[in-house]
């Protein structure tokens, strides 16, 4: 058999996560957690499993992006697309008609994730990769499976919040072992000031506080307003500004440096173009790369690859479904075989969903533990798909009823 793909099958599952203000940020202040959910089946039974993360709306759109690619898919041997990655790559992002759409960028590009997200899948199956035993690569990777990798929590911190639920997830996550904490902020700056407090006193002044904007404030804006929050120590401001406004962070990076504040960015940031260029402005200081907003592991590596090479610490995104389960294999990739360093660098961890999927993430000491199932670590439940699958699933059903009677 030559795992040949004969269909590529999309669809679009959706979660209520805003009924309780999971994930909400200054920008978002409803999401519901979401993905374009890729099955691609091969003419040998092994199958493929990817996604790409959306908010809610808008699925359908990204679904019929994902249906527009696949005919570059299906018909293809496994063995033809791995021996010239990166010309499959490029057929898919470079179609002459297609490319209109993008180019790499916006919803063609997370459908493209979502397609290689589940061809990098079903490769990894096909190979039962085996990581090859040089001793460099073997001590970090010895060393991942005893320790993990580090972790942050955004999850006691969504801007939605009463201080009251922040207060209590705050101090299970002490409990829990978390030492890296990031709180959204942006919408009001007394609120801000508040909630940071609060924070900063649970978690006193030797753990780490970050914070994160999700793009609300313009630039003279952003200055300003996190100067009023340097007394709460924050590591980094997360996305201050338009994710496109390259110069705008390097403004803001030049202007926060003596505060001791860095500047994080990455999880709009649309493809690895972009990321150069936040690198060659020094408009970073953490480089947040992201499993679904860029084109798989293919562009993320180069991202990983640049990074080093400025010398700009990698600190994954993870809020939303399934990304944790996906960047992980992308963070021990870059300290097992890029960086083999931990200095200012974390992953993201949101305590999310993670019951839809077939192997979930492994957190244990707020760690992430290295995956041991092979595959991209995304295959979700079929039970929870047919479920939360929009609109015709059980649950979104049930949602309706609720609405029309109310
Ligand atoms: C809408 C998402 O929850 C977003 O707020 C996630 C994010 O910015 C993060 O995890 O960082
Ligand atoms: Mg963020």
């Not at 999850?155 to 922040?166: M, T």
């Not at 970050?210 to 120590?233: G, T």
């Amino acid at each position: 058999m030559l795992q040949r793909v004969i269909s590529l099958t999309v669809r679009d599952v959706r979660f209520q996560t805003s009924l309780e203000q999971h994930g909400s940020d200054a920008m978002h202040t409803d999401p519901d957690y979401s993905a374009a959910y890729v099955v691609i089946d091969t003419d040998c039974g092994l199958k493929g499993f990817g996604l790409t993360f959306t908010v809610g709306k808008g699925t359908e759109i990204v679904v019929r992006a994902v249906d527009a690619l696949a005919g570059l898919v299906v018909g293809k041997s496994l063995q033809e697309i791995v021996s010239d990655f990166r010309g499959f790559y490029r057929l898919l992002t470079s179609d002459g008609q297609m490319r209109w759409l993008g180019p790499e960028k916006g919803v063609i590009h997370l459908a493209t994730a979502a397609v290689l997200n589940a061809v990098w899948d079903l490769w990894a199956r096909a190979e039962v990769f085996i990581t090859c035993a040089d001793c460099f690569f073997r001590l970090p990777e010895d060393q991942m499976l005893k320790e993990g990798y580090p972790a942050y929590t955004t999850s006691c911190a969504w801007l939605g919040y009463p201080d009251q639920q922040l207060k209590q997830l705050c101090t299970d996550a002490l409990e829990g072992g978390w030492t890296k904490f990031k709180v959204k902020v942006g919408a009001d700056l007394e609120d801000d000031i508040r909630r940071c407090r609060l924070i900063r006193q649970m978690i006193g002044p030797n753990n780490t506080l970050m914070i994160d904007a999700n793009q609300r404030w313009d630039v003279d804006e952003a200055i300003s307003w996190v100067s009023r929050l340097s007394e709460f120590k924050p590591l980094w401001i997360e996305e201050p500004t338009s994710p496109d406004d390259i110069l705008g962070h390097a403004a803001i990076s030049k202007a926060l440096a003596p505060l001791g504040i860095g500047v994080a960015t990455g999880e709009q940031c649309a493809n690895r173009v972009m990321f150069k260029q936040f690198l060659q402005a020094s408009a970073l200081q953490f480089v947040q790369i992201d499993s679904c907003r860029l084109g798989s592991v293919n562009e993320n590596l180069a991202v990983l690859l640049m990074a080093h090479k400025f010398k700009v610490p990698v600190c994954p995104h993870a809020g939303g479904v399934g990304l944790c389960e996906l960047v992980q294999h992308l963070i021990l990739f870059d300290y097992i075989c890029v960086s083999a360093s931990l200095s200012d660098r974390m992953c993201e961890y949101v305590d999310h969903l993670h019951e839809h999927f077939v192997n979930p993430v492994v957190i244990q000491d707020a760690h992430y533990m290295p995956p041991k199932d092979p595959g991209y670590s995304c295959e979700m439940l079929e039970s929870s798909v047919q479920r939360h699958q929009y609109p015709e699933g059980e649950a979104w059903k049930a949602a309706h009823e609720q609405m029309t009677k109310a």
